[in-house]
C-alpha cells in the first residue's frame, strides 16, 4: 500500500484515503476522503466559499480578470457606433433583469469567437453554467434575448 500525504490536513494516510480524480481509476485526489467531505460543504454554500476565496487570492482574482479582460479586447474586431451600442444594451438587458442573468458568447471566446453583438445573447445564468464554453449547446428561445 502507498501512502500519501493530504494537501488539506498535511496528514499521511494510506492510499485507500484518497478517492479518484478520474474516471479510468488511474489518479487520485490531492486531499483524503476526510477533507473532501469539507470541501462538498463550501461547495454546497459557493456563494460565501467564493467570496471568501475572492477575498483570500486578491491577487489571482485579478489576474484571471485581467487575462479574461486581455481576451474580450484581443478578439474585438473594430465596431461601428450601431454595433458598439448593441453591446451596452445586451449589458443593460442583464443588469436589468438581474444576477440570474447572464450576457453569453454564442461561441466561446477560449473557441476561438469573436466579441461583435452577432456573438452575443443574454441567457439565464443556469444556462450559461450548463452551457460552458460549449458551441452546440441549445438555450430555449423563452429564456434567451438576441437582438
Known amino acids: 500500500m502507498k ?15 484518497f478517492y479518484f480524480a478520474d474516471k479510468n481509476k488511474v489518479y487520485r485526489k490531492s486531499y483524503c476522503k ?14 460565501e466559499y467564493l467570496k471568501k476565496w ?10 484571471y ?9 484581443n478578439q474585438t474586431a473594430l465596431l461601428t457606433d450601431n454595433e458598439k ?6 449589458y ?3 443588469r436589468y433583469l438581474g444576477d440570474d442573468w447572464h450576457v453569453d458568447h454564442v461561441i466561446s471566446l477560449s473557441k476561438g469567437g469573436l466579441h461583435p453583438p ?4 443574454v441567457i439565464t445564468a443556469e444556462d450559461n453554467l450548463k452551457k460552458n464554453n ?3 449547446y441549445e438555450v430555449d428561445k423563452i429564456y434567451q434575448f438576441k437582438i
Request: charged fraction near 40%; aromatic fraction near 6%; hydrophobic fraction near 20%.
Open 118 to 121: 452577432d456573438n452575443l445573447m
Open 65 to 73: 480578470k485581467s487575462k479574461r479582460r486581455a481576451a474580450k479586447k
Open 92 to 94: 443593460m438587458i442583464s
Open 3 to 17: 501512502i500519501k500525504r493530504c494537501s488539506h490536513c498535511g496528514r499521511y494516510l494510506g492510499e485507500t484515503s
Open 134 to 136: 460549449k458551441i452546440n
Open 54 to 63: 475572492r477575498e483570500k487570492n486578491k491577487y489571482k482574482n485579478r489576474m
Open 34 to 47: 476526510k477533507c473532501d467531505s469539507n470541501r462538498c460543504y463550501l461547495k454546497s454554500n459557493s456563494a
Open 85 to 90: 451600442r448593441k453591446i451596452e444594451t445586451y
